[in-house]
């Protein structure tokens, strides 16, 4: 079904591609109005997305002609999903601090309606933290992230930062809106993310690179598909994700009770996290001195989470991830079997990119019915694929 869908264009030359983007949006039954910022119009005039669009085009706040037609709360009104694309650094810089000084920003703080942004720009200016802590702030107020993926720049270099294509956001809009009918709505989902960390003494601690970033993505898209979310964190450096229910803890073992104690409400369970399998077999409370350690540590191994979740009745459906440097179907094959999963979800670990502390990643899913591959991307937008994947397989298996 078509919904009222407010676009907004900040300034970039991926603005172009936002042409077609309003045609194909057009072609899908949806009600498009185009709100520019200035810098956009230097890239694309208004009088082409009026055109394309079938309605006047938002440009100035504070124009008496444009207000009277439809002011920034009819807009804001109007709209049942703002997307921004391009979403330059700018624009993301202005949202998370509240900004209201053009039409588009003030559109979007009257708006009730959910903001979807699909970045574009210079992957420098995409990873440096600066945009990395706009965007973390953002995504806790409830933005959504539609891209960037990788590839060649306008700017002549390669890297993450270019814009969806037209046909992949379309793609990305029409996996959200069916929301409320996905299997998984008013299901509830556990998901374990981030590393846990295993005290040797007061300030020591044997932990892995983990950064939760999976986790919470996922936690985040199935939140978009209706489900009620739990999510069971070890410690990262993430916003607590908006309408999630976040449980904080430290160890394995901490992990493993949280589970449990959620359990008995738990539908689907997800293990995101890169558990520990060993802790110190002693830890004190106490800082040790440099001769009070020994150059051997003894270690005792951790519980196994999954197995505690397909041990347990009624047993929810339960989906693990493998993370490996070599072999990785074998071993995602063989894990799948052993811990009695439903569903598991491989990643190759310890390459430049992917897997663990990184933005992106590639998975393939594995499940008795065979394999699916999902190419590296954002786990931003990896994580809806996979939650919509999860919610059809999950539906099907209860027919
Ligand atoms: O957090 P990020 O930086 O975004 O990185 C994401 C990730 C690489 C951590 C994630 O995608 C991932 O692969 N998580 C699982 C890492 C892991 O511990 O894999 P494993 O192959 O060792 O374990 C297999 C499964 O058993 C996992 O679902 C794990 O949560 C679970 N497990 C492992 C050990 C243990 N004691 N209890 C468990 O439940």
Not at 48 to 59: D, M, N
Not at 107 to 135: E, F, G, Y
Not at 283 to 308: C, F, G, M, R, V
Request: hydrophobic share 45%; glycine share 8%; aromatic share 6%.
């Amino acid at each position: 079904m078509g919904q009222s869908i407010l676009l907004g264009i900040s300034g970039g030359i991926a603005a172009y591609k936002s042409v077609d983007l309003v045609r194909r949006l057009r072609e899908h039954g949806h009600i498009v109005r185009v709100v520019m910022t200035q810098a956009a119009q230097s890239f694309v005039t208004p009088l082409t997305f009026q055109a394309i669009s079938g309605h006047p085009v938002g440009c100035n706040l504070l124009d008496a002609a444009s207000e009277a037609a439809m002011d920034h709360i009819s807009l804001a009104r109007f709209a049942e999903r703002v997307i921004i694309a391009p979403a330059s650094a700018n624009i993301m810089a202005r949202l998370a601090h509240g900004m209201a000084n053009d039409l588009l920003t003030s559109v979007c703080l009257a708006t009730t309606a959910p903001i979807t942004l699909v970045p574009a720009m210079n992957h420098r200016m995409w990873h440096n933290p600066i945009t990395q802590a706009n965007i973390a702030r953002l995504q806790q107020f409830g933005f959504t992230l539609w891209g960037p993926t990788e590839g060649a720049q306008a700017c002549g270099e390669y890297g993450l930062g270019r814009m969806l294509e037209p046909e992949e956001i379309v793609r990305c809009l029409e996996s959200t809106a069916p929301i409320m009918t996905s299997p998984l709505a008013g299901k509830n989902i556990i998901i374990t993310a981030g590393p846990t960390r295993e005290p040797l003494d007061a300030i020591r601690f044997i932990s892995n690179r983990s950064s939760g970033k999976m986790g919470y993505a996922l936690a985040v898209a199935a939140q978009h598909y209706g489900a009620h979310v739990t999510l069971i964190s070890g410690p990262v450096a993430l916003p607590q994700p908006n309408h999630v229910r976040l449980v904080k803890v430290e160890t394995a073992l901490e992990m493993q009770q949280a589970v449990i104690q959620h359990l008995p409400q738990g539908d689907i369970f997800i293990g995101a996290a890169a558990v520990a399998d060993f802790r110190p077999e002693t830890s004190s409370t106490h800082k040790y001195a440099k001769d009070e350690l020994s150059t051997t540590l003894a270690l005792t191994l951790n519980p196994d989470i999954i197995e505690t979740v397909t041990q347990f009745l009624p047993r929810p459906f339960t989906i693990g991830f493998a993370a490996q440097t070599h072999d990785v179907k074998l071993h995602a094959i063989r894990k799948l079997t052993e811990k009695n999963m439903d569903v598991i979800i491989a990643n190759q670990v310890g390459l430049a990119e992917g897997g663990f502390d990184s933005d992106v990643n590639t998975v393939d899913i594995y499940s008795r019915d065979g394999q699916t591959h999902f190419p590296c991307q954002p786990k931003t937008t990896l994580a809806y694929q996979l939650i919509k994947w999860i919610g059809d397989y999950y539906g099907a298996q209860k027919i």
